[in-house]
């Protein structure tokens, strides 16, 4: 928990929001909760492939109600070791860890695994999907896959965490990064496959170069004696969520960086969660770079947004300083009515904040090389804002338990505050104390200095297509209210948050640009028969417990998709859809779960399919590949492996209609 500043504390805005939404809409909502009591149907769902229980007629009236593209069965809360998907869905694997995809790459021996077989193959816990036209192609699609951290001990037979070998973090350097591989799909299903040795098909990796670019590109602050010049970086390190730009690129957020640095003393590295000892991998062994006391410099050229251009297998990908550098989670784009981009994106830490940026260049039509070439600088000339909310309720209103406040309403106002801005000439700080070079480096501090909301844990943060809300998931913190850490209050309603909630932000005039928003809770997580839980109004007796939400994404309809990570409810992770608007605005149903010590990552809701990332299955304490806790995906005997799955409805009709 590295923000040790005194800013004030999300959950002193939030807390009492609960029940008093709750209350106030409960008449309102009395005749959908007639309707809504029955429409869920949770119940445990067939495994993968089998044939779906009871009849199609009685699947059909378990089923028709519910909010357009929610019309499904919903899944119940298990602990099978699948991935577990409604009645009268199938699924397949899409792509495994290992999976060769580039020309030459031989096909998967974890016994005889090396590094120059793994840069050729599929890298490890993929996160962040997406999946992108293939014109000329028919039924072809590009995918676009992160691969955020490795997990030695379920990789490597025998590993000694105190004394890995050159090469299992060579290999390890060669399964983090980023993956492009064509998928092709099945014309009668939904189902995906994988298309290796397609010419678009690339791996980055840990020791791709990449170059930074914007306002820090060049300082002083990121040479290296590898680098003197401040502009190249060997490779990008967990990247969590990312998102697509309008002009037909990635992004990916490179979230706790810190882990890979050893040796520190500054005070800036500790803000960031650099340790002054080894560093769990020990990868400091084998390259200085990893090695603080040695190299200085490099623990600040990681920590930003890389963006990626996956239909050119010969370019170089860019590290966007103008974004800042901290834990990014996401990086979603929207578009100001004059075509200029801006990027939200949280920083995934207890007691940290989240940030936009807004593009002060305008996006370009076309295909050609110098329309690319001008919309992949589009995020290097920008203002970097972060984000304070306001409660609308005295202080002294706000007791902790929910209590409503005197005027009935749980919600508030915000405002972005700017923190620096850059443009072709150079770049200007607005806090007072940083040159504008500090801001982008140390942008946590900046953010204490000008006195942004601490939140729990916010993570993916998007922007609603249908809309225009912005939706921010705020995963957990247990550390809310213990011992001296600040207690609820207007933005936060419960101490010790464990289950975690989901922010509605609406921007000022419906403008991404604007620097002033209204805000309200629209989901507060956990068992529903918890008092302490909330969904938008909508009867608890009708929707499927949550708990941790991590990433969001919308469906055709305007739905909001959750996908979990660390559920605290005895259940394994998964994937849930929700409705943001209308009658059933918060009605919210689980639609798959995943296997044993697996997070839900990455989904992409199409019309008739949904995708999902399983990654880190089996990551159990304990755990190794002699004691594996998991034998997902391929069963007993082998090793346990994160891949990319796909779900579509067997009668090959449209998700949830």
Not at 90 to 95: A, D, E, F, W, Y
Not at 234 to 261: I, K, M, R
Not at 569 to 591: I, M, N, P, Y
Request: hydrophobic residues 35%.
């Amino acid at each position: 928990m590295p923000n040790t500043s005194s800013n004030e504390y999300v959950g002193d805005v939030i807390a009492g929001a609960l029940s008093r939404r709750s209350m106030m809409r409960a008449a309102a909502v009395v005749t959908v909760a007639a309707a809504g009591a029955g429409a869920v149907g949770v119940a445990q769902a067939p495994q993968a492939d089998a044939a779906p229980a009871g009849t199609a007629a009685e699947t059909a009236r378990r089923t028709h109600k519910g909010a357009r593209g929610l019309r499904f069965a919903a899944v119940a809360p298990n602990t099978a070791d699948a991935v577990t998907v409604p009645e009268g869905y199938r699924q397949n694997i899409v792509i495994r860890w290992g999976e060769p995809i580039l020309r030459g790459a031989p096909a998967f021996d974890p016994e005889k695994q090396t590094a120059k077989a793994q840069a050729g193959q599929f890298g490890y816990n993929c996160d962040f999907l997406a999946l992108l036209p293939l014109p000329g192609e028919r039924n072809r699609q590009l995918l676009v896959a992160n691969h955020e951290y490795t997990d030695e001990v379920l990789m490597f037979r025998g590993y000694d965490s105190a004394n890995p070998t050159r090469e299992q973090a060579e290999i390890a350097w060669a399964a983090h990064g980023l993956s492009a591989v064509v998928v092709e799909g099945d014309r009668k299903t939904g189902k995906l496959t994988a298309v290796p040795r397609h010419q678009l098909n690339r791996r980055v990796t840990a020791t791709t170069e990449f170059r930074l670019t914007g306002p820090v590109a060049g300082s002083e602050l990121v040479k290296t004696s590898a680098d003197p010049s401040g502009t190249k970086v060997l490779g990008t390190l967990n990247n969590c969520s990312g998102g697509v730009t309008p002009w037909g690129t990635t992004l990916h957020g490179e979230e706790n960086f810190n882990q890979y640095f050893a040796n520190s003393g500054r005070a800036t590295d500790k803000r960031y969660g650099i340790g002054t000892g080894a560093s769990e991998r020990k990868w400091e062994r084998f390259d200085k770079r990893f090695d603080v006391a040695q190299e200085p410099n490099e623990a600040h050229r990681f920590g930003y947004v890389v963006e990626f251009d996956p239909y050119d297998p010969g370019s170089t990908p860019r590290k966007h300083t103008a974004l800042g550098r901290f834990k990014h989670e996401a990086a979603t784009v929207r578009l100001t009515r004059d075509g200029r981009p801006v990027v939200y994106s949280g920083d995934d830490e207890r007691f940290d904040y989240f940030y936009k940026f807004v593009g002060s260049k305008r996006m370009r039509h076309g295909s050609g090389r110098a329309v690319r070439e001008h919309n992949l600088s589009l995020l290097d000339e920008g203002t970097l804002y972060v984000a304070k909310l306001t409660g609308d309720s005295p202080a002294i209103e706000i007791d902790g338990t929910g209590k409503l406040p005197n005027d009935g309403e749980f919600d508030g106002s915000g405002e972005w505050i700017p923190l620096a801005t850059a443009t072709a000439d150079g770049a200007v700080s607005h806090v007072d104390g940083m040159s504008a070079e500090e801001v982008f480096v140390f942008t946590r501090l900046a953010g204490d200095k000008v006195g942004a909301t601490k939140m729990d844990r916010p993570e993916d943060i998007e922007p609603n297509p249908v809309t225009g809300k912005v939706y921010v998931a705020l995963t957990n913190n247990s550390n809310r209210g213990v011992g001296s850490n600040a207690k609820a209050d207007e933005v936060n309603p419960r101490n010790a948050n464990k289950h975690g909630h989901v922010l509605e932000l609406t921007e000022r005039w419906n403008r991404p640009e604007s620097t002033r928003f209204a805000w309200s809770l629209f989901l507060v997580a956990g068992d529903p028969d918890d008092p302490a839980t909330y969904f938008a109004g909508f009867p608890k007796e009708g929707v499927s417990p949550i708990s941790c939400p991590d990433n969001v994404a919308f469906d055709p309809y305007g739905n909001l998709w959750i996908s979990t990570d660390g559920a605290q409810l005895g259940s394994h992770d998964g994937l849930f859809g929700v409705a943001t608007r209308g009658e059933r605005r918060g009605e919210l149903k689980q639609f798959l779960t995943v296997p044993k010590g697996a997070e839900t990552c990455g989904p992409i809701i199409q019309d008739r399919r949904v995708l999902v990332a399983v990654q880190h299955p089996g990551e159990i304490d304990g755990a190794s590949v002699e004691k594996p806790a998991s034998t997902w995906p391929d069963g007993p005997g082998t090793y346990v492996r994160p891949a990319v799955v796909a779900v579509w409805r067997a009668d090959g009709c449209d998700i949830g209609v």
